[in-house]
């Protein structure tokens, strides 16, 4: 993906599945859950500090995943202010990955230790570029994406929350086309 905001909003994602904002007791709790959908990327110190390159990058696999949310699951246990349902917490760790995936653009060790790395054969996300804020492909790609994964996110929440109307219906049967442009676009840049 291409910024950690579009990371963050995985994270954002899970924790309005499993709490609701309207609580302001538990609005802290979304940190965790942001944190573990962009903690995956927190190899780039090891590059940026040190020059050193992990490969392959462990951080973006399942294995990961479980063991940052069973970390922060249990470091949290004791909040009576928030719920931190074990599965989106993984939900959200997991998250990284899978999107990394989506991008297409090269493979990701998901199920490391095991020596296979995954790639998908189309990419349905735009990769990133140069993380520079004048890139313009940068900016481009980040409203790709938000458009394509911000109506997925939002109906997972609805469904989550059994808040889902007629109304809700309607709209998604309204932007539809527009979100299926939106992915034919995004599909249809290069890697």
Not at 31 to 53: H, K, N, Q, R, S
Not at 60 to 67: C, G, K, R
Request: aromatic share 10%.
């Amino acid at each position: 993906m291409s910024s950690v905001l579009a990371h963050a909003a995985a994270g954002i994602t899970a924790y309005l599945c499993s709490n609701t904002w309207a609580d302001k007791r538990s609005r802290w709790a979304l940190t965790p859950f942001v944190f573990l959908a962009i903690c995956p990327d927190l190899d780039y110190v090891a590059v940026w500090w040190f020059g050193y390159v992990p490969h392959p990058r462990f951080t973006h696999s399942l294995l990961f995943a479980l063991v940052a949310a069973v970390t922060v699951h249990a470091a949290t246990r004791s909040s009576r202010t928030a719920r931190f349902p074990a599965i989106w917490l993984i939900a959200a760790a997991a998250s990284h990955g899978i999107l990394d995936l989506l991008v297409g653009a090269h493979a990701v060790p998901l199920l490391w230790p095991l020596p296979a790395e995954i790639q998908m054969p189309i990419g349905v996300l735009p990769s990133a570029g140069a993380l520079k804020i004048g890139n313009y492909y940068l900016w481009r790609n980040l409203v790709i994406e938000l458009g394509l994964m911000l109506p997925m996110y939002t109906a997972m929440v609805l469904l989550c929350q059994g808040a889902v109307r007629r109304c809700h219906r309607v709209m998604a049967l309204t932007l539809s086309p527009a979100w299926i442009g939106q992915l034919v676009w995004s599909v249809s840049l290069s890697r």
